[in-house]
């Protein structure tokens, strides 16, 4: 497993370290420059103005910039001065997993970039969501923190085979949805199994408070 010398990752137990892919840079193509770009570009120009303050200097400081998709090891070298680290996964993971990297403070990253028929939105996880919507807020220490306590806490979650059973439909559906050319029926064997759950969760007792 690439550690980028960052220590943060050389912390990590074996079972988590299992899920962390390569990034393999080079398989980025142009294209995948140019969406990364226009998407970029289009978030600057509106949360420049809107966003809290942290998000634009965040940027900078996670070893992100607009012009081109993120280098794990250019991250790394940044966000290792912050405490934190990323590590590039395929797709989703298991949610128990999801939130022990965030105890161990480690930003999980989709090694994978949105096909540019999917540029304004993509159901399945990528690297233009992972990097730029999370890293440049770990540059706040008390949202890092926070983000930190958040995994601690997620990780005692109880979790039953039925959650594991609803995150490989989840999971399988957005595979399915990224790739231009896949049969409708495909999709919709996914969806069937999705309806299940909704069923399950219509039936169990309201609470109120």
């Not at 990590?12 to 892919?21: A, E, G, N, T």
């Not at 770009?37 to 809290?52: C, D, E, F, T």
């Not at 028929?117 to 770990?138: K, L, M, Q």
Request: proline share 7%; charged share 20%.
């Amino acid at each position: 497993m690439e550690t980028y010398g960052n220590p943060v990752l050389n912390r990590l137990p074996q079972h988590l370290k299992r899920f962390i892919v390569p990034q393999q840079y080079d398989r980025y193509t142009a294209i995948d420059q140019a969406v990364w770009r226009y998407v970029m570009r289009q978030n600057y120009a509106y949360l420049r103005n809107i966003a809290y303050y942290p998000y634009i200097p965040g940027l900078h400081k996670a070893g992100l910039t607009i012009e081109e998709i993120p280098n794990l090891q250019t991250m790394n070298d940044s966000l290792k001065h912050m405490g934190w680290g990323a590590a590039t996964v395929d797709g989703f993971i298991p949610p128990a997993a999801f939130m022990e990297f965030q105890a161990y403070r480690v930003l999980v990253v989709a090694a994978d970039i949105r096909q540019i028929e999917h540029i304004e939105y993509t159901p399945a996880p990528d690297i233009i969501h992972e990097s730029s919507g999370h890293a440049p807020i770990i540059g706040e220490p008390e949202y890092a923190a926070y983000l930190q306590y958040f995994g601690e806490i997620g990780t005692k979650a109880m979790f039953s085979e039925k959650d594991f059973e609803l995150y490989e439909a989840i999971r399988n559906l957005s595979i399915l949805k990224e790739v231009v050319v896949q049969p409708k029926s495909s999709c919709q064997v996914q969806k069937q199994s999705l309806l299940r759950y909704k069923k399950i969760w219509v039936n169990l007792p309201k609470w109120h408070y």
